[in-house]
């Protein structure tokens, strides 16, 4: 790594695509908003020679349209791909959102890479939602770094830092979690404030000097040296505890003094494995300067430490009829598998994929089969299409730069993929398969929306099911019982970025009107009813009356009809048309306009005539009769009960439980889990929860996370029943 003391002169520049998987990284940068990332990213573009002036790239632009405030926005909120080369390897950066909200691109980042980047600000610490990516990552052995940004700030504290980052990340083993380096502080301010322009390698013991805007090497004074030996000592004794060389520890304990060479090798080897951790600080450059702080040490970390696609867990892969398919972890050679991870508009080309490939190679103008499976529950509907690949190219900022084929392990972008949604499978045609799909968060914060006007109208289907190809956290719902279209979003920033990218990219103009829940209504107690329809005006007349008798059942019971008539008082053949009058009228309501259930219907007398009588009739008269049962009983308003989980740490426990009981919830029970968190399992009405997600992330500091599912209905509280009528009478 960089503390091998070594410098790269010509061994940089902007990615080419990769000819082999051996010279691919892929590292997904991970940290929450404001943490540094994006900087981060410009930085390491301009140290490895892909832009020649910080923010800029060769050709003009902006290193990833920097320049371009409206971009700067989407960058902010969505998944990008800036892809460097440094010392022959070519490396992917997946620079993800930090808000909460957008945690499927977080996600989509993770599956496209091989490693990941915790970016953490010296400034603000280790938020909650960055501790459980680790947590994710730690799950699947994804091997990890940090580095600490912001050291700039006057309270900066990069030791202490440290500190936290291993109380935070290392709660297995504190000793993985080790600085590489320490800064080197130049001439103090007068407001006491010491700036760190440079950095001591704790394994080479020598000083790298970026005081300059250029990386000098030099040897440390006799003074300089006592001042890191208690960290060095910790480092090699954290690394040789993680050597696959069971003789290493004891040959140190024994006083041998272990080749530095061995040390740095049996680092990377840890580092790439997932079971060390190292800390690095990074900072951007100056105005002028080529090379900012700790960026070549993080280049280094990264094509020496972290696996190639090679190393990567190879993905579970099916036929279409979900039969296993084995196939060799990243062989060019084998049948091509590729998956997308992102999907965007752009107003030049069209539809742009961003895809991983995991197996095969894929060339432009090939023919490949797509296929989708598994998203139907969020308007995605299933498909499997063949579609031919247009042109291939890899980004870099606004730019696309063509390339004339992929190799399997690189990642790439492909235009116009008509059918193609984020997680779908690309495959041969002739060999279709379907990879497993990643673990998608569960949108729960509705948005009820509705056309602006009669043009709006026109281009909300289209818009809507083009946005949600673009994201599959987001659910799309057309409610029957509502009559409502729902957005289903992760949050109220989420939901924001999807109205503005209805409106700006798909011309629709939408209006939010408060969501609905689906209420029904029952009986009380027990009732009856006398439906009578008699007309006669002129021609054939209408006759038909029945008596009903109805009785509240069970939750979850239904409609039940009964039929009791004696002595042929309704004729057989009308008495299903009583029942179809009945189920009718009980699916328009008989009280507040929501569908009638658990109730048994009895029809126990009647009359007809022999020519006046009709289907039609007798459907009117069943409706009738419910509606006089209902006019002389007392109705309950049910409203939908969910079962609530919420994952909690133990310090919000009480402030949970709290709210969730003034949300007329109730507590089932608590189960303790490790890391220091609570799961809370609760029925809370669905009314009282439209805005859980947001609620909860303000009571949990965004260190909570819940799951709902549909329980039963049951009635509402007189109070409540009585101001949801109300508000019904007022809408209407």
């Not at 998203?375 to 247009?390: M, N």
Request: hydrophobic share 40%; net charge negative; charged share 25%.
């Amino acid at each position: 790594m960089g503390d091998k003391g070594q410098t790269h002169p010509g061994a940089a520049g902007r990615a080419q695509a990769a000819d082999h998987p051996q010279s691919v990284r892929n590292v997904v940068l991970v940290g929450h908003s404001g943490s540094g990332k994006t900087t981060l990213v410009e930085a390491l573009a301009l140290t490895a020679g892909a832009v020649n002036r910080a923010g800029r790239v060769e050709d003009g632009g902006t290193v990833s349209d920097y320049d371009d405030i409206e971009h700067r926005q989407q960058r902010s909120v969505q998944l990008s791909l800036v892809p460097v080369e440094w010392d022959g390897i070519k490396i992917n950066v997946l620079d993800t959102p930090g808000y909460a909200d957008f945690v499927g691109e977080l996600r989509a980042g993770l599956r496209a890479a091989d490693a990941a980047l915790f970016v953490v600000s010296a400034s603000d610490g280790v938020d909650g939602s960055t501790r459980m990516v680790w947590e994710e990552c730690a799950a699947v052995g994804m091997p990890r770094a940090i580095v600490i940004t912001h050291l700039e700030a006057a309270r900066a504290d990069f030791e202490e830092m440290t500190r936290i980052c291993a109380e935070a990340f290392g709660a297995d083993d504190p000793d993985a979690v080790l600085p590489l380096y320490l800064p080197l502080h130049g001439p103090q301010a007068p407001d006491g404030h010491a700036p760190v322009t440079g950095l001591i390698g704790l394994l080479s013991q020598k000083l790298f000097d970026y005081s300059t805007g250029e990386r000098k090497e030099s040897e440390p004074g006799e003074d300089e040296l006592p001042l890191i030996e208690a960290a060095r000592n910790r480092l090699i004794e954290g690394i040789i505890s993680e050597s696959e060389d069971e003789t290493l520890m004891d040959r140190y304990l024994c006083g041998e003094q272990i080749d530095v060479g061995t040390l740095i090798e049996d680092l990377e080897r840890a580092v790439a494995r997932g079971v060390f951790f190292p800390v690095l600080a990074a900072a951007p450059a100056s105005d002028g300067a080529r090379q900012g702080l700790g960026t070549v040490e993080v280049l280094e970390l990264i094509t020496r430490g972290f696996p190639t696609p090679l190393e990567h867990e190879t993905v579970r892969v099916t036929t279409i009829d979900g039969k296993p398919r084995e196939l060799k972890p990243c062989d060019p050679d084998a049948p091509l598998v590729a998956e997308v991870v992102k999907t965007s508009s752009d107003p030049y080309v069209g539809r742009l994929s961003l895809i991983r490939l995991f197996s095969g190679t894929l060339r432009a103008d090939q023919t490949v089969h797509v296929s989708g499976h598994g998203l139907s529950d969020r308007g995605h509907e299933d498909h499997d299409v063949d579609e031919r690949i247009g042109a291939l190219s890899t980004p870099f900022g606004k730019q696309q730069r063509p390339v004339s084929h992929v190799i399997a392990g690189d990642l790439a972008c492909v235009a116009k993929l008509s059918r193609a949604e984020t997680g779908d499978t690309l495959s041969a045609k002739d060999d279709p398969l379907l990879m497993e799909p990643w673990q998608m968060p569960d949108p729960l914060l509705p948005l009820a929306i509705q056309a602006h006007s009669k043009p709006d109208e026109d281009k909300l289907s289209q818009g809507l099911s083009r946005l949600v190809a673009e994201d599959p956290t987001m659910r799309l719902e057309q409610n029957q019982d509502t009559h409502q279209v729902v957005l289903w979003c992760l949050g109220e920033a989420h939901a924001d970025v999807a109205l503005e990218r209805l409106r700006s990219r798909y011309g629709v103009q939408v209006d939010v009107v408060p969501h609905r829940v689906s209420l029904r209504e029952t009986f009380a107690v027990k009732s009856g009813g006398r439906g009578r329809h008699v007309k006669q005006s002129g021609g054939h007349g209408q006759f038909a009356i029945c008596e009903i008798e109805v009785e509240p059942l069970p939750g979850g019971s239904g409609i039940e009809f009964v039929d009791k008539v004696v002595g042929g008082a309704v004729p057989r053949q009308f008495i299903p048309s009583v029942e179809k009058g009945v189920r009718a009228q009980a699916a328009r309501g008989v009280a507040a306009g929501h569908p009638l259930i658990d109730v048994r219907v009895t029809l126990l007398d009647g009359k007809a005539h022999s020519v006046d009588s009709s289907d039609a009739a007798f459907q009117t008269a069943g409706a009738l009769a419910l509606r006089e049962a209902a006019s002389d009983a007392r109705i309950h308003l049910l409203e939908p009960v969910a079962e609530v989980s919420v994952l909690v740490g133990d310090d919000f426990v009480g402030a949970v439980m709290s709210d969730l009981s003034g949300r007329r919830g109730r507590v089932l029970g608590t189960e303790q889990t490790p890391g220091g968190r609570t799961v809370i399992r609760a029925e809370v009405p669905e009314i009282e929860i439209g805005r859980y997600s947001v609620d909860l992330r303000s009571l949990s500091h965004g260190t909570a996370r819940f799951s709902r599912r549909y329980a039963r209905h049951e009635p509402m509280p007189p109070q409540v029943a009585e101001r949801v009528r109300e508000e019904a009478r007022e809408a209407s």
